[in-house]
């Protein structure tokens, strides 16, 4: 029933609209603001695939890490040593001595005994709920 109603309430909106063009309107005047391509480093100017530049507002960087010499040493550092990713979790794979370092350095850097890195943010909730629950 519920595969039913997906169903229905999707061909209703796919009806609805199957004539809105509006994107593409954008898009032909070459100024549609969204997915454009970009072709340099992610700075707080951007160069597009046109050859413009172009102010980023949308940047996350906001310590200016994404560019700094340091940290992109490092990254090629840990590429060399590491390869691209750890192709599991810490609990099927195994934990690396950077994911000990870093949690090192944070309990040292937050005046904590200890701390625990998750791999993702989804994860987080879970484990910090467990963890809460035991105190």
Partial sequence: ???????????QLQERYKNYR???KYMAAGVYPYFREITSKQMTEV??????KILMFGSNA??????????IDAAKAALDKYGSGCAGSRFLNGTLDLHVQLEKELAEFMG???TLCFSTGILCKPGCLGLRSRS
């Fill in 22 to 24: 509006e994107p593409q």
């Fill in 62 to 71: 906001y310590q200016g890490l994404t560019n700094d010499q340091r940290v």
């Fill in 112 to 114: 904590k005994d200890e």
């Fill in 1 to 11: 029933k519920e595969n039913k109603v997906h169903l229905l309430i999707m061909g």
């Fill in 47 to 52: 160069t597009d695939i046109d050859g413009h």
